[in-house]
């Protein structure tokens, strides 16, 4: 009977811990669609801006003209780190896939920049900020609040102080690290370069060839259009680390019910088959029990 009793414990147990990840799965599901439409709606426009800010960058360089945005020559000395993770857990690999790129950064590009105290790190979520801390790395600041807020006028604060630190030279070069949305069960690990401006378009060689007319002219056109195109960028990056978050939420959600479901199985077939043992067991004690009398 103890087997039993063990074994109740265990699938009421396990019954509970069910209806708490099912309910989590529907709050990230409802959660997912929100984001997942502000990501949607916004990406077109980000990615056509960021096009032409290319396109305008590409020209300016043609005409050997000032650009405080550009790479800098020499290299980057200063380099800051913008890690995008979750402020709570439960969301699979999310938040360890980009600590483990973060890690790859440090040891592959910027081990002179560790070694010098040059490298800074921006964590955005809870998750990548006690990593950091444990690391005893070199954190900037934090801004784990954000995600309560999530909207451009609160994202364009902390996206313009950003842009300020690169143009004050503070820091020669700006990445942001984070899972890019896909779909509810796939999210891309991307490390993007926020600051320098690039000169070329993700996933193409060639130059692109604009033949816009500027007005009122080229030179004040990029200058109020790249720190709107950065605005925006990092707006995007963070919407779709959101999105991204209750995605892979959702779906480690999804497997652990669905885990737990078959282990309640499990645990049901056990204890029937333990039930059965003990009335069989006590039928065969009435019975020799019965037959010892009769002797």
């Not at 984001?35 to 032409?52: G, H």
């Not at 892979?248 to 309640?264: G, P, S």
């Amino acid at each position: 009977m103890a087997n039993l009793k063990a074994i109740r414990v265990r699938l009421s147990s396990v019954k509970s811990t069910r209806q708490i990840t099912s309910a989590m799965k529907m709050v990230a599901a409802s959660r997912l669609r929100k984001a997942q439409d502000r990501i949607v709606q916004l990406r077109p426009y980000a990615d056509k801006l960021n096009e032409i800010l290319i396109g305008l960058n590409q020209a300016l360089n043609e005409t050997e003209t000032e650009n405080i945005y550009a790479a800098r020559k020499g290299g980057p000395n200063r380099v800051l780190l913008i890690l995008l993770t979750s402020n709570k857990g439960l969301c699979g690999g999310f938040n360890a896939n980009v600590i483990r790129e973060t890690r790859r950064l440090i040891t592959d590009k910027y081990m002179e920049q560790i070694r010098g105290g040059n490298l800074f790190f921006m964590p955005i979520g809870k998750k990548g900020q006690d990593v950091l801390r444990r690391m005893k790395l070199n954190i900037l600041e934090e801004h784990n609040e954000i995600y309560s807020n999530l909207t451009f006028e609160n994202t364009k604060v902390l996206s313009d102080r950003i842009i300020n630190m690169y143009l004050t030279k503070e820091f020669d070069r700006v990445e942001i690290i984070y899972n890019q949305f896909k779909n509810a069960a796939v999210q891309r690990l991307t490390t993007e370069v926020f600051l320098p401006v690039s000169d070329h378009v993700p996933g193409k060689t060639e130059a692109l060839h604009s033949d816009y007319i500027y007005e009122p002219d080229q030179v004040r056109i990029v200058e109020e259009l790249i720190p709107k195109s950065l605005r925006i960028q990092f707006y995007k990056a963070l919407l779709d680390s959101f999105a991204a978050e209750h995605g892979a939420r959702m779906t480690a959600m999804h497997q652990a019910t669905d885990n737990a479901t078959e282990l309640i199985r499990d645990l049901t077939l056990q204890y029937n088959k333990a039930r059965q043992a003990a009335i069989t067991n006590q039928l065969l004690e009435v019975v020799s029990g019965a037959e010892a009398l009769k002797g």
